[in-house]
Nanobody
Framework: QVQLVESGGGLAQFGGSLRLSCAASGSILSIHRMGWYRQAPGKQRELVANINTGGKTNYADSVKGRFTISRDNAKNTVYLQMNSLKPEDTGVYYC????????WGQGTQVTVSS
């Protein structure tokens, strides 16, 4: 089992920045990839970015050049630095960890005002 705790969401203005954190605990050695997903009201959950144990990253086209995913292995934590925020970035952001199973955090709200 893997437990994920997210933090760092909140309210930002158009063009502003926020940083999300996701701390993993439990069977962390089994994790091979971690990522961030988001879900806007009335829409399906979508991938924002992920990073594997080798450090390879993958981003949704809509966030390339604005968001950066990174990981601190010593702290078992993954970060999502979000810059140049837009109102369409608004949603609930979920941390995900992939091992033998798929684990989700509780979600953190990000709201970007225009």
């Amino acid at each position: 089992q893997v437990q994920l705790v997210e933090s760092g969401g909140g309210l930002a203005q158009f063009g502003g920045s926020l940083r999300l954190s996701c701390a993993a605990s439990g069977s962390i050695l089994s994790i091979h990839r971690m990522g961030w997903y988001r879900q806007a009201p009335g829409k399906q959950r979508e991938l924002v970015a992920n990073i594997n144990t080798g450090g390879k990253t993958n981003y949704a086209d809509s966030v390339k050049g604005r968001f950066t995913i990174s990981r601190d292995n010593a702290k078992n934590t993954v970060y999502l630095q979000m810059n140049s925020l837009k109102p369409e970035d608004t949603g609930v952001y979920y941390c995900n960890a992939r091992s033998k199973g798929s684990y989700w955090g509780q979600g953190t709200q990000v709201t970007v005002s225009s």
